[in-house]
């Protein structure tokens, strides 16, 4: 299995249903986001989820759009969101999904973004505008590295789909919950838990759900259905107004434990991390 | 005719469906997958469907006014130095006021065989975004468009047209709030409201179906212009002519002639000091709005916006049929800038009594310049059948549209100072 199947299959078997943050590379700043991942790790996160902005991210809503506009402007490029991972592998201990979209992976040319993924401890990574026809190509690239390329099912897609999603997915399965873009607000649509048992039903590996979730009544549901939980708008939404990179890593570390304990009721409260 | 290289580590595809070479494919969300293949079969069936192709004729001959006319330009030959006559292939004059009609009304009647009860549009100059509004009030349908903010001001005539046909027309205020912005804005719309949502994508890119679901909706004005011309002139044009931005009167026109002796060329926005939108001139091969094809891009693969004058050309992407037609050398690609499209947009306007659309005047000045070029002329002549080479060049131009809409843009010009616009005049 892979490092990122090894992650998730432990994690199930722990009984730890993970709350995964996203955060964008360079939002609200460089050094608030790196007091953001300190934050995550605080709350007792294995597993986050760092997107590198894209200047035109169809598959996002405002707030990633609006994040990844700032990042850019503010100068964070894909070498540098590359960095930023390897540092929070190296610094954090955390283990790392890259989130990016294929023109930048196309550019870079594929083989080469394979290898900064490997050498930055990448562990898998999401690419929201490539579906499942178009992907075998990146995913013979990314295998040889143990870099898993996470595939994304949709509410729209269908049983014949699924079962050829199973056949190649690592690491986890992305579900959607919801058709639209990032940070939609109605969340864990009503056939939530119908959609994760049909999914279940051809797939074995862990399912996280993602899009729209960002309440710990949202993620309660989906604790209920499902394996974890991924969250992105709702987190960047409290980053915008840190202050500095305290305040980014108190407002990310309070966010997330709320929601793991909505998901985890049974669990003690999460290891703090040492601030000191 | 692929280099090996520029299948990005075997990620990309050289042929098989929806590909024009390397160049097309589906990079879109998960989401949207089953409705892509929906509307290929959808379309793929109706295609051969006698009754579809029945309704569709109708709609393009009592409602759209088709065929439009192939008019001959003598004042505007004469002025561009007397060697060639020159037809206008007149889709100024279609309902609507532009080639958008011929897509729009092909792709509602596959709406309706849908059952989708609203439908998206993304628009720049205005003319696809009213041709949409238009074909939703002839079915009944819901209808949103998306427009860039910058656009909404400099193609205001046609806001207030869409609002009048019952649409519903939504600013863009993301990134450089044009036509890109716009069509990122539709596609979110789109992924949010599939079930019932069917999204017009008014020209040749996106992902497949669409580049070439709107070619061929769109080849009705090069199956009419080879007829009408065999019909005035007894043999075939020496050149075809039509302005690119994402490509679709380009294409609807090269169509026809791909197989015949027939020179073609596409005229990419050159734009101005603020930039340019000629993705196949100066771009290279990417990834966006669902499609691989050439790409106005940085370093770090982000995507550049565009610049020119014409809102409908001011795109950083074309069509990915253009990039392969691009690369196999059959349809020559160069671009005009801002001042020469506003010098034959006057040309046309006092020569021949016919108010263009900024974005064909970028055709008509490139035909301008090659006539007073001796040399492309005389290049021309010699690559001519036996038999020819007395006579004068014939060439056709796409006229796509027609320019009311940009009154008031000329009318802004003229109040400001200079700029790159004033050598116009």
Redesign the interface.
């Known amino acids: 299995m892979s490092r990122l199947g090894d992650l998730t299959a432990a994690l199930r078997r722990d009984g730890v249903r993970p709350v995964v943050p996203f955060v964008t590379a360079g939002y609200p700043d460089d050094e608030a986001c790196r007091g953001a991942l300190r934050g995550l790790k605080d709350a007792g996160c294995r597993l986050v989820e760092i997107g590198v902005p894209f200047s035109d991210p169809v598959a996002d809503g405002p707030v990633i759009q609006a994040a990844s506009q700032r990042a850019l402007v503010q100068g964070m490029t894909p070498a540098r969101s590359l960095e930023l991972a390897a540092w929070a592998g190296r610094e954090l201990d955390l283990t790392v999904v890259l989130m990016g979209y294929l023109n930048p992976v196309l550019h870079r040319g594929p083989a080469a973004f394979a290898r900064d993924c490997a050498a930055a401890g990448v562990a898998g990574v999401i690419v929201p505008d490539l579906p499942l026809d178009e992907a075998a190509g990146l995913r013979r690239v990314l295998g040889p590295v143990d870099v898993d390329l996470i595939s994304l099912v949709a509410p729209t897609t269908d049983e014949a789909r699924l079962r050829r999603h199973a056949e190649s997915a690592a690491g986890f399965l992305y579900l959607v919950s919801t058709t639209g873009v990032t940070g939609a607000g109605a969340g864990a649509g009503d056939e939530l838990e119908a959609y994760a048992d049909r999914v279940r039903a051809v797939c074995a590996l862990p399912l996280y759900v993602g899009f729209g979730v960002g309440t710990p009544a949202q993620a309660a549901r989906v604790a209920g259905c499902a394996d974890g939980a991924i969250v992105g708008s709702a987190l960047l939404r409290r980053l915008a107004d840190a202050a500095d990179p305290d305040a980014a890593r108190t407002a990310a570390a309070t966010f997330v434990t709320d929601l793991y304990r909505s998901m985890n009721p049974e669990a003690d409260a999460p290891v703090k991390g040492d601030r000191s | 005719m692929t280099r090996p290289s520029d299948l990005?580590?075997?990620?990309?595809?050289d042929g098989g469906p929806g590909r024009f070479g390397p160049y097309g494919?589906?990079?879109?969300?998960?989401?949207?997958?089953?409705?892509l293949r929906e509307l290929e079969s959808v379309w793929l069936a109706a295609r051969g469907d006698p009754a579809f192709l029945a309704e569709l004729a109708e709609l393009q001959a009592d409602y759209s006014g088709r065929p439009t006319p192939l008019y001959r330009a003598r004042r505007f030959e004469a002025a561009c130095g007397g060697q060639a006559r020159v037809w206008l292939k007149r889709e100024d004059l279609n309902h609507t006021g532009a080639h958008k009609i011929n897509n729009c009304l092909g792709q509602v009647l596959l709406a309706r065989r849908m059952g989708k009860r609203r439908l998206i549009a993304e628009t720049g100059a205005g003319q696809h975004g009213v041709a949409t509004a238009t074909v939703a009030a002839l079915a009944g349908l819901e209808c949103t468009v998306y427009m860039g903010e910058v656009d909404m001001r400099r193609q205001e005539p046609n806001v207030q047209r869409m609002r009048l046909l019952g649409a519903e027309v939504v600013p863009v205020l993301?990134?450089a709030r044009t036509l890109?912005d716009a069509t990122?804005e539709a596609?979110?719309d789109w992924?949010?409201?599939?079930?019932h949502s069917h999204y017009i994508i008014g020209s040749t890119v996106g992902p497949h179906p669409y580049p070439t679901m709107v070619r061929d909706f769109q080849s009705v004005i090069g199956i009419e212009a080879r007829r009408q011309i065999l019909e005035k002139e007894g043999r075939l044009p020496d050149a075809a002519i039509a302005c690119v931005g994402g490509g679709s009167n380009a294409a609807g026109l090269f169509a026809a002639f791909l197989d015949d002796p027939v020179a073609l060329f596409g005229v990419e926005a050159g734009g101005g000091a603020h930039g340019h939108s000629a993705a196949l001139g100066l771009g290279t091969p990417?990834?966006?709005?669902?499609s691989?094809s050439y790409?106005l891009?940085d370093?770090?693969?982000?995507?550049v916006p565009a610049h020119s004058i014409a809102a409908g050309l001011d795109y950083p992407g074309v069509g990915p049929e253009h990039s392969h037609l691009k690369d196999t050398g059959r349809v020559t690609y160069d671009s005009v800038d801002d001042a020469e499209a506003q010098a034959a947009f006057g040309d046309l306007c006092r020569l021949e009594g016919i108010i263009p659309a900024l974005e064909s005047s970028h055709a008509l000045a490139f035909c301008r310049r090659f006539l007073r070029d001796e040399a492309a002329c005389a290049r021309l002549r010699a690559s001519r059948t036996v038999g020819l080479d007395g006579g004068p060049l014939v060439i056709v131009i796409n006229l796509s549209g027609r320019g009311d809409k940009d009154m008031h843009d000329r009318n802004e010009m003229h109040d400001q100072d200079g700029g790159g616009h004033e050598q116009a005049r």
């Open positions: 990005k580590d075997g990620v990309l595809v494919g589906q990079y879109v969300p998960e989401t949207l997958m089953p409705c993301t990134g890109k990122s596609i979110r992924v949010t409201n599939v079930a990417g990834v966006l709005h669902g691989y790409l891009q370093p770090d693969g982000q995507v």
